[in-house]
């Protein structure tokens, strides 16, 4: 099959990669990809969030499949577009992404439906805001509705913080039209996870488990970041808990989309608290994979992402073998000193295309330079993955890797995986 990913980070490289290495894929292609990605499939240039634009592209080069990658593209409708030139695609339709495009939307969804979510208000002035963050005490959580790049949730310590948070969204508009409606929730304390499951719409599998560090530094301090690494699969998880997360999670949302008539192929990522008692509380759902829990996922999972992907589009993963994780990855995010606040971009990065068994270097922030140098980019540059069968050796290779790759002012975390591997299974 003539395959398009859609995307240009570290979860669209790996998900190439995995196409790369399908025995469905004929002819790979991405739109607009990066350096790394280039070296496994012909990218293009293009605007994933332009509908027309990508349909055009797609129908021009006889594409069959189309992957997509981020959700600002499935917001916008891409999917929707493909569908309607005959094109099979994994992503839903702009209806479907409203689950990840608007919160308001996302936790009334959940509410109708009985999926365990944390109470809430919606507001859409200052007066409202007060009244919900005096029904609650700190840390308080308040959410932009809309899409705001990773940057529209916060927890802030105290009222006056919270009320000068919504100030920020409703009156100096701070993020545009994501912050008109504001979600003000309870706090929900336990351990984060993630679960990530392809769907056809009837049929839903779950991907290997994956656990991400979002914080900036060491020992989960700092600034909340997109993730600055992952491993899968998580080895307290066992399919005890898995059936859980089916029967009160994902059933439920795939229930609750028929019923409310919106067709949904592709992606659920549920970001699932687990609070002390066990219980579960849905934070939020997205309709993408993670990233970087995607760069660990896929070299773990069993089976072949591109025939899963294939027969998801189609409507028939009942019928595709699923066999789960059968390796372990632990990936760790090589970052732009400054993440996530301000950093500067333009740094030569050299190591990265040595052939080092059972790792990969997945590329995000990266670009060659008019001298032809790969160099900085973007805040998380690269993501370096180590593959072994179990989960200290994965370790040992990714941090291994990250040894012999270097770029000016580079930041990593050098813990990812250390609170697994202390407590055990
Ligand atoms: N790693 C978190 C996310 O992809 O949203």
């Not at 898995?242 to 009160?248: G, P, Y």
């Not at 073998?321 to 996530?340: D, F, K, Q």
């Amino acid at each position: 099959m003539k395959v398009m990913v859609l995307g240009g980070g570290g979860r669209e490289h790996a998900v190439v990669h995995a196409f790369s290495r399908s025995k469905i894929t004929t002819e790979l292609h991405c739109c607009p990809g990066n350096p790394g990605i280039a070296k496994l499939a012909l990218c293009h240039a293009g605007d994933p969030c332009d509908p027309k634009a990508m349909k055009d592209l797609c129908t021009w080069l006889g594409i069959e499949l189309v992957f997509v990658g981020p959700e600002a593209p499935l917001v916008a409708g891409t999917a929707d577009a493909l569908r309607e030139a005959g094109i099979l695609v994994v992503g839903p339709g702009a209806s479907g992404a409203r689950l990840e495009g608007s919160k308001a939307f996302s936790k009334t969804f959940m509410k109708k439906h009985g999926i365990p979510t944390s109470d809430f208000d919606l507001c859409t002035n200052l007066a409202e805001c007060e009244a919900a963050l005096k029904k609650r005490s700190a840390p308080y959580v308040v959410k932009a509705d809309g899409l705001a790049a990773g940057k529209g949730a916060f927890l802030p310590e105290t009222y006056d913080e919270a009320v000068a948070v919504c100030r920020m969204m409703l009156e100096e508009q701070k993020l545009g039209t994501a912050g008109n409606i504001i979600v003000v929730e309870d706090y929900v304390e336990g351990m984060e996870m993630t679960v990530l499951a392809l769907t056809d719409g009837k049929t839903v599998r779950i991907l290997p488990s994956s656990q991400d560090h979002k914080r900036a530094l060491d020992g989960d301090k700092g600034n909340n970041t997109g993730g600055m690494g992952a491993y899968s699969p998580v080895p307290w998880v066992d399919d005890v808990f898995m059936k859980k997360v089916t029967d009160e999670v994902l059933t439920p949302t795939l229930k609750g989309l028929e019923a409310d008539g919106i067709p949904f192929c592709g992606v659920i990522y549920a970001g699932i608290m687990i609070k002390p008692d066990g219980s579960l509380s849905v934070l939020e759902y997205n309709v993408r994979l993670g990233d970087p829990e995607t760069q660990v996922v896929l070299p773990a999972f069993g089976g072949d992402f591109g025939e899963a992907a294939l027969a998801c589009a189609k409507g028939e993963l009942c019928k595709v073998e699923w066999p789960g994780a059968v390796r372990t990855a632990l990936g760790v995010v090589m970052a732009s000193g400054g993440y996530p606040e301000a950093f500067e971009k333009g740094y030569v990065i050299t190591g990265t295309d040595e052939d080092v068994p059972n790792t990969f270097v997945y590329h995000a922030g990266t670009k060659l330079d008019d001298k032809g140098r790969l160099v900085t980019n973007g805040g998380r540059v690269l993501t370096v993955v180590g593959l072994a069968d179990d989960l200290p050796t994965a370790r040992e290779r990714a941090y291994a890797r990250i040894a012999g790759i270097h770029f000016e002012k580079e930041h990593h975390r050098n813990d990812i995986g250390d609170k697994s591997l202390k407590r055990g299974k």
